[in-house]
C-alpha cells in the first residue's frame, strides 16, 4: 500500500535560516504529492501541490520538487520566519478512483527570532 | 467564500456512547472526507464520498459510519466509543470529478475527548 515517511521532528532553526524538511514516499502508479501545514489549533492547510514527475510546488516562499527516481519530495524555504512555527505534513493521493489522502507522521517546526 | 465548516468544535463523551460529527462543504464541491488525527500522528483516512456514494473506507471498525446528503453535507457517526477514539476529527472537501485529481480543502476540526 501506499506510505509516506518524513523526517522526525522536531525542528528548531532561528529566524533566517534554511529549512529542509525531508519526505519520502512509497505507491503505485504516478501519485499527486502535496505539502499541508497545521497552525495550533486548527485543520490542515494546502501549502503546495506536484501532480507529475520533475513537477516544482510553490507557495510563501517554500518548494518542493516531485522526484520520481528517489521517490521524493522535500520541503526547502530559503529563510525561515518566525510565523512559519507549524506542525508540516508531507501527504500523497492516488490516481484513479481513490483519491484519499495518505499522510507522513508530520514535522513540528519551531523558529527562534 | 466559506471554507470547510465543521460542527460542533468541541465534544466530550464517555465511553460506551454515540456521536454524530457534521461537515459543510466549500460550495460546489461534490467530494467529501473524513480523517482521524490523533495527537501526535498523521491524520488517517476513515472514509470518502463523492456524489453521495462511499467512494472508499480507510481501516477503522463498523463503529464508524457516515453518509453524505443531497446538498453534499456530511455526517459521521461513532457508536460504542471508546477511550482510542479521542481524536481530532477533520472533514475534508474536494471539486474533484471521477476524471481528476483536485486537492482537498480541510475544516478546522472537531475535537472529540471521551472520559
Same mark, same amino acid.
Given at each position: 500500500? /501506499? ?9 528548531? =532553526? ?25 497552525? %495550533?489549533?486548527?485543520?490542515?492547510? =494546502? ?19 516531485? +522526484? ?26 492516488? +490516481? ?15 523558529? /527562534? %527570532? | ?27 460546489? #464541491? ?32 463498523? *463503529? ?40 482537498? #480543502?480541510?475544516?478546522?476540526?472537531? *475535537?472529540?475527548?471521551?472520559?
Amino acid at each position: 500500500g /501506499n506510505s509516506v515517511t518524513q523526517m522526525e521532528g522536531p525542528v528548531t =532553526l532561528s529566524e533566517e535560516a534554511f529549512l529542509t524538511i525531508n519526505c519520502t514516499y512509497t505507491a503505485t502508479g504516478y501519485p499527486s504529492l502535496f505539502w499541508y501545514v497545521q497552525y %495550533p489549533g486548527e485543520g490542515l492547510q =494546502l501549502l503546495l501541490k506536484a501532480t507529475k514527475a520533475d513537477d516544482k510546488g510553490s507557495n510563501k516562499g517554500f518548494e518542493a520538487t516531485y +522526484r520520481k527516481e528517489t521517490t521524493s519530495f522535500h520541503l526547502e524555504k530559503g529563510s525561515v520566519q518566525v510565523s512559519d512555527s507549524a506542525v508540516y505534513f508531507c501527504a500523497l493521493s492516488g +490516481r484513479g478512483s481513490n483519491y484519499k489522502l495518505t499522510f507522513g507522521k508530520g514535522t513540528l517546526l519551531t523558529v /527562534n %527570532p | 467564500d466559506a471554507g470547510v465548516t465543521q460542527s460542533p468544535t468541541h465534544l466530550i463523551k464517555t465511553r460506551g456512547q454515540q456521536v454524530t460529527l457534521r461537515c459543510s462543504p466549500i460550495s460546489g #464541491h461534490k467530494s467529501v472526507s473524513w480523517y482521524q488525527q490523533v495527537l501526535g500522528q498523521g491524520p488517517q483516512f476513515i472514509f470518502q464520498y463523492y456524489e453521495k456514494e462511499e467512494r472508499g473506507r480507510g481501516n477503522f471498525p463498523d *463503529r464508524f459510519s457516515a453518509r453524505q446528503f443531497p446538498n453534499y453535507s456530511s455526517e459521521l457517526n461513532v457508536n460504542a466509543l471508546l477511550l482510542g477514539d479521542s481524536a481530532l476529527y477533520l472533514c475534508a472537501s474536494s471539486s474533484e470529478t471521477v476524471y481528476s485529481n483536485q486537492p482537498q #480543502h480541510f475544516g478546522d476540526g472537531t *475535537r472529540l475527548s471521551i472520559l
